[in-house]
């Protein structure tokens, strides 16, 4: 007899069994294949333990697809130590109108004409990096100068600061990031007590950046200016510096990986680059404008397919839902596992596992990728992030020749995101 008679037919959540979590968390975070293993035991959708949270992982096009056009019987989710250190006004913590209002506004920092704002700042910043490494004597590691430019983007370009205040940030951010995936209990001289300290330090400076802006704009926080919250109001001060520090967390280690693991594979692959670099030496540099690139578009998606940024996003259900045909009850958290999708594909193609570009030049080559999450949450700095990517290809490329220095562990560190263990380590000509 089914327990509730509104739920939709479907076939039983196929569960591993795991009793207390703990075998299964040693496991998520050692074992690369954790999800892949379990795919191919239990299906495309399963249940699992994970220290005492029960984890529902998802891959695939159908299950992915139901999941995310479904958006009024789930609601956003995340661990509760990343839902502390964002806090509870964060529009990654709400739901509804509230999320949606709150998009509307930080939305505004990415729109067509702020990124047009943004381009030549961006470009210099990457003009900077080419003429460091050909001076450089040293072999340089590129992961190291990936992350300075992506988190000078957020915080010079975009929010406005400058020198002393940029570094004072950094050093915060980097303490509250060290908790955010840690277990979120304050003893003093913890971690997770670290990074609520770090997190009020943040907040006051945030507060002191947008007292700035409204005297003298810079970076693209007058754009915010007139931003209304769900009932018609301003939002609060309390309120916009909790959405500029989910921009810190949001954009800077995932652009950061996407940079590093894209010169990694170019660097891997000399036919690949040489492919790449006949488009890439045609193009004009600085450039406002967006030309059609479709052997870099395919790079990028190729880099992201195989390593992408963010491994998974999470929903929890609200009400029963029918995933690829399995019945998930209510009130369970999903996990959307890109990674292990992305090796997946409908046609069933053999060669997932080897980095080939030139596919997603192929038309119906049954892939669905989603590196930057998709319905109502779908990545709000997508843009941002693309115009990133794209400018530090070009400008660097056509600028600097790299070299990858010998006897290095070009393999990935994946947690929190995809990054060459080694820090990629190049010298340049
Ligand atoms: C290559 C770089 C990036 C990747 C791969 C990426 C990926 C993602 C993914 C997968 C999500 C979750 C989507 C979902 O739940 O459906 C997300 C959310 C988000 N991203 Fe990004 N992101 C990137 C860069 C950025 C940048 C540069 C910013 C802004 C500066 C940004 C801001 C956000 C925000 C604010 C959210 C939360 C959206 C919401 O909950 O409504 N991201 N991103």
Known sequence: MRADPQAPEGRALPSTGAVSGVLEALAFFRDPQFAGDRFQRYGDVFETK????????????????????????TEGWWPESVRQLLGRRSLANRNGADHRARRRVVGQLFSAAALRRYSPQISQLVDQLASDLRLSTEPVALVDRMRRFAF?????????????????????????????????????????????????????????VLECARDRPTGGLDLL????????????????????????????????????????ALLQHPPVLAWLQEEIQALPWPSGEAVSTPRLDAVVQEVMRLNPPVGGFFRRTIRPLLLDGVLVPAGRVVQVALASSNRTS?????????????????????????????????????????????LMAVGLLQQVQLELVADQDLSLALIPSPSPRDGLLVTAR
């Open 50 to 73: 994970l220290v005492g949270q029960s984890l529902v992982f998802i891959r695939g096009e159908r299950a992915i697809d139901d999941l995310l056009s479904q958006s009024e019987a």
């Open 152 to 208: 000078a983007v957020i915080a010079s370009v975009v929010l406005g600061l400058e020198g002393h205040d940029i570094e004072a940030l950094f050093a915060d951010f980097e303490i509250w990031t060290r908790a955010l995936f840690s277990v979120p209990i304050a003893l003093p001289g913890t971690p997770f007590a670290k990074a609520l300290q770090a997190r009020a330090r943040l907040l006051e400076r945030l507060r002191g």
């Open 225 to 264: 200016s007139g931003g209304l919250d769900e009932a018609g109001l301003p939002l609060t001060d309390d309120d916009l510096v909790e959405q500029l520090l989910l921009l810190l967390f949001a954009g800077y280690e995932t652009t950061a990986s996407s940079l590093s693991c894209l010169m990694a």
């Open 346 to 390: 409908r046609n069933g193609a053999a060669d997932l596992e080897a980095f080939r570009p030139a596919r997603h030049l192929e038309p119906n080559n049954g892939l669905t990728l989603l590196p930057f999450g998709g319905g109502e949450r779908v990545c709000l700095g997508k843009a941002l992030a693309e115009l990133e990517i794209r």
